[in-house]
């Protein structure tokens, strides 16, 4: 049994309230932990007409019921009135099922998705971005999680095999499986997946399986967002407002918002309308005051949008029939299933007002990275409570030999010698030699080591190590796994060129950053 107590100020407020017929917290859209709304039933509404009438005295509300003291502008005149106790049911993660979306080929995050899919792409110097939506689950009690992959998979398996198969992480009766994309009979089993959802229909065998019969909601998910959520948060709010679908929300901004599909919702936070990354005419349709949500005045002129951050809980029994009998063509959640059914059922948004961000691109990859070295960034890794687990790589200690770093981000095992390091991050295995000057730049770092015996015997060959070599000077940069760049090298792209195809030089410029491919070679001397 739960409780709450809903404050109006005067009566003309509670006019406000009775037209809207919702009511709003100073805390978020529909609140956080108790959604949805209250309707005035006629019993209540003949309440506060005899009260008022009456001048009844306030009474003092009881434990276990929903009460709201509603006053006139004459003082005397006041009413509490009580709504019919109600039982809320409590989400258990027991009964929750996680599907991680592997995504397609990566193409706006190339080069780096060339041998990786986008999830097993590295991020904060020693994660992989699969490693967020995975610690979410963890950290949200939800033991069981299917990723789904089909581009690049091998890196991605590797490091789910290596990091969630044991090392103490604890599923109890749940389960880490990665169902991958494989062909099977009949005419449409001869395909590979052909979006998002299409992707969770080819296995909707496994739902129907015995021992998942128990599973009431299933949560879908992106393996190529940055962000902490606690999910049980959300399917608890889908279970409150008895949702089909719930859609978890984010306000943005003018800049990128035609790269989500943005949303419309009405009082009661529900979703009217669903558009797909629309442009023009079609993106300032979509523009929405979103103080609603709970943003402040200022926040919400720099934010006018609400867009779906591509995390859904569905219903297991309205998920099935969705897929397999309502739109049994249909292959995409954003831009082909949602916005079908929000013209037919109950779809919820839900507002999440912490830090998110969408790795898309190669400017969003680089520029989340960068803001994590910031003093206080918006997104920390560092939380005892709910840590980011990944794969235990037993490194040593990071060596750092006469070396000045300002705002920067190092991670194991790396050897730094006389160089300097600014507002970049240095991934694992890295090898900073005498004189490199290193800013704004994000070096993924290397999966081996080269022994010291070994860089000697390259370097007298006039061969490049992995690593950086001496006097080398690199800004604006993003540094791909295992690549070897020589001594006396600039990299700064100083013509500003926005974007550049050069992989027989080993590299692309991409938003006028400059990206060395995996496994390059940067010969000594090179100017980029």
């Not at 581009?151 to 103490?168: D, K, V």
């Not at 015996?453 to 690199?474: C, M, Q």
């Amino acid at each position: 049994m739960v409780s709450a107590c809903v404050p109006l100020k005067t009566n003309t407020h509670l006019a406000n309230s009775i037209k809207d017929n919702t009511f709003h917290q100073d805390d978020g859209f529909l609140g956080e932990r108790i959604k949805g709304s209250l309707s005035y039933s006629p019993w209540i509404v003949n309440q506060l007409a005899t009260s008022l009438r009456t001048q009844e005295k306030v009474k003092k509300a009881k434990p276990g019921v929903i009460s709201a003291v509603l006053t006139s502008n004459n003082a005397k005149e006041s009413l509490t009135f009580q709504v019919p106790s109600f039982l809320r049911r409590k989400a258990d993660p027991k009964n929750v099922v996680s599907i991680i979306l592997g995504g397609g080929p990566g193409i706006q995050l190339f080069p780096l998705t060339k041998r990786a899919a986008t999830p097993a792409v590295p991020i904060g110097g020693c994660y992989k971005l699969i490693d967020i939506p995975m610690s979410n689950c963890i950290n949200s009690g939800i033991n069981k999680i299917f990723v789904l992959t089909q581009f690049n998979s091998a890196s991605l398996n590797r490091h789910i095999a290596r990091t969630y198969f044991g090392n103490g992480v604890n599923f109890g009766d749940g389960c880490v499986e990665v169902l991958a994309a494989t062909q099977t009979p009949g005419e449409t089993g001869k395909k590979w997946f052909q979006g998002t959802a299409d992707a969770v229909r080819q296995f909707t065998w496994v739902f129907e399986d015995a021992k998942h019969t128990n599973i009431e909601n299933v949560l879908i998910l992106a393996g190529d967002h940055l962000y902490r959520m606690d999910y049980m948060d959300l399917v608890q709010s889908h279970i409150d407002r008895n949702a089909d679908i719930t859609v978890s929300c984010a306000a943005v901004g003018e800049s990128r918002a035609s790269d989500y599909g943005l949303v419309k919702v009405d009082s009661r936070g529900r979703i009217i309308q669903f558009s797909e990354k629309p442009k023009g005419a079609d993106l300032k349709a979509m523009q929405v005051d979103t103080s609603i949500l709970g943003l402040s005045p200022q926040d919400a002129l720099k934010s006018p949008y609400i867009a779906s951050m591509g995390v859904y809980v569905f219903k297991t029994d309205f998920l099935l029939k969705l897929l397999k009998w309502r739109y049994p063509t249909s292959n995409d959640f954003g831009s082909e299933i949602i916005p079908a059914a929000v013209r037919e059922h109950n779809v919820q948004a839900y507002f999440f007002g912490d830090y998110w961000e969408d790795i898309g691109t190669i400017k969003s990859f680089y520029d989340a990275n960068l803001a994590l070295t910031e003093e206080n960034p918006m997104f920390q890794f560092y939380d005892p409570k709910t840590p980011i687990y990944t794969s235990p790589r037993f490194l040593p200690p990071t060596k750092i030999d006469k070396c000045q770093i300002v705002d920067a981000i190092i991670s194991h095992g790396c050897f730094l010698r006389e160089c300097t390091v600014q507002h970049s991050i240095v991934g694992e295995r890295s090898r900073l030699d005498y004189g490199v000057e290193l800013q704004d730049t994000v070096m993924m770092g290397a999966d081996y080591y080269q022994t010291e015996s070994e860089i000697a015997s390259l370097l007298a060959e006039g061969k490049v190590p992995i690593g950086i070599g001496r006097n080398t000077k690199i800004r604006n940069c993003i540094i791909d796994k295992n690549a070897k760049i020589g001594k006396d090298v600039i990299i700064m792209n100083k013509d500003g060129v926005e974007e550049a195809d050069r992989p027989e030089d080993g590299f692309y410029i991409r938003s006028g950053i400059t990206i060395i491919m995996e496994k390059a070679t940067i010969e000594d001397g090179t100017i980029i």
